[in-house]
């Protein structure tokens, strides 16, 4: 198993020997400072921001100015703990080299290009997997990028449009030679959106052919499945998104946080988003988080209800407290 990636001036290494390179995938709504920090703490060695559109950036949307707000990077800087990756779309080839310019500008660490958005939109636009359609186009935004800026440029993609033009092979060994450094391959195709399997066997082909680093992603649910794509696809690193967003415990290797680890994962990122979005928006949005943290751990339904009905930072705390104390007197009687 590969330990260490280099991605230009990185080298990016696993957590503890013995263990895959794991990244948090870019995920738009959920990639934000706050969860991208608690991922690198976990032990994500990338972590990657959710997609921004180039047009919004050069229009200094306000959505999208807080969406560059990647003062975790200061941190991954000052303790080598983790790399930040912002992610750039767009169907304008100049604009996205623009807005490129700007990501970097920001603190981004690593480039990444999206080219396997499959969302109906994206595609209409002509952005995201919509360049798989024309690669000698796809190629030159990667070597527009990369001429562009100072830190190194990966990509993130499909196998292919469909079963029928699977182009991941001919898309690895020619985004090599138009400057990228790495190449993130979700196995599935642009016509599969999110359904059926993926199919790591393609991760494979690709590692087999890439000059540079893949990153395997799709379908690694456990961290049993991280480890098992890179032993079956020999890729230098594991990307991973849904996965993360309900156990973000899964970066930090073969572990099962107990109750209190988890209440206090709830509370910091309670914390760091209020402080991101704002007391009202903040609680809002860690809403679908408190209900993935605490999933699975017996006899917590009525806390998860509870806490996907908050409103307040005070109420949240207080459910918690509850269930501490609550949970303290159970293993007291026991
Ligand atoms: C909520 C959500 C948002 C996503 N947003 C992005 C994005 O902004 N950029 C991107 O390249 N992929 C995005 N993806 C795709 C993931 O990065 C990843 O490729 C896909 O979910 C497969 O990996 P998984 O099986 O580990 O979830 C998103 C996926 C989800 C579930």
Redesign the pocket.
């Known amino acids: 198993m590969a330990h260490e990636i280099t991605i230009g001036p990185h080298r990016i290494k696993s957590l503890r020997p013995g263990m895959p390179v794991l990244t948090l995938?870019?995920?738009?709504?959920?990639?934000n400072w706050p969860f991208r920090l608690i991922c690198a703490k976990m032990g994500a060695q990338m972590v990657?921001v959710?997609?921004i559109n180039c047009n919004a950036i050069l229009h200094e949307n306000p959505k999208t100015l807080q969406m560059m707000n990647f003062c975790d990077a200061d941190i991954y800087r000052d303790t080598g703990m983790s790399l930040l990756a912002a992610?750039i779309?767009g169907n304008d080839i100049g604009r996205m080299v623009e807005g490129a310019r700007v990501l970097e500008d920001k603190g981004a660490q690593i480039m990444?290009i999206?080219f396997?958005?499959s969302v109906p939109k994206i595609l209409r636009s002509d952005s995201?997997a919509a360049f798989l359609k024309d690669i000698d186009r796809m190629m030159n935004a990667v070597r527009s990028v990369a001429d562009a800026v100072s830190i190194p440029v990966i990509i993130?993609t499909r196998l292919g449009w469909d079963h029928d033009n699977i182009s991941i092979l001919e898309v690895v060994k020619r985004a090599a030679d138009s400057g990228a450094h790495a190449v993130?391959v979700?196995a599935?195709t642009v016509a599969q959106k999110?359904n059926g399997t993926?199919d790591w066997s393609w991760i494979a082909r690709a590692a087999e052919v890439s000059p540079v680093p893949i990153f395997g992603?799709?379908?690694?649910?456990t961290y049993q499945d991280a480890v098992r794509m890179v032993d079956e696809t020999g890729c230098a690193g594991v990307?991973?998104?849904?996965?993360?967003?309900d156990n973000p415990y899964i970066f930090s290797g073969d572990v099962t946080p107990t109750f209190s680890e988890r209440v206090r994962l709830a509370r910091d990122h309670l914390g760091m988003m209020v402080e991101y979005k704002g007391e009202k928006v903040g609680v809002m949005e860690m809403r679908k988080f408190f209900a993935s943290y605490f999933k699975g751990f017996p006899n917590a339904s009525h806390l998860r209800t509870s806490l996907v009905q908050v409103d307040t930072v005070t109420q949240a705390h207080r459910i918690l407290d509850d269930w501490v104390a609550d949970s303290d007197r159970h293993s007291h009687d026991a």
């Open positions: 995938a870019p995920m738009a709504g959920i990639s990657g959710e997609f992610q779309y990444d999206n396997g958005c995201g993130k993130a979700h599935r999110f993926a992603n799709g379908d690694v649910f990307m991973i998104a849904r996965a993360a967003r």
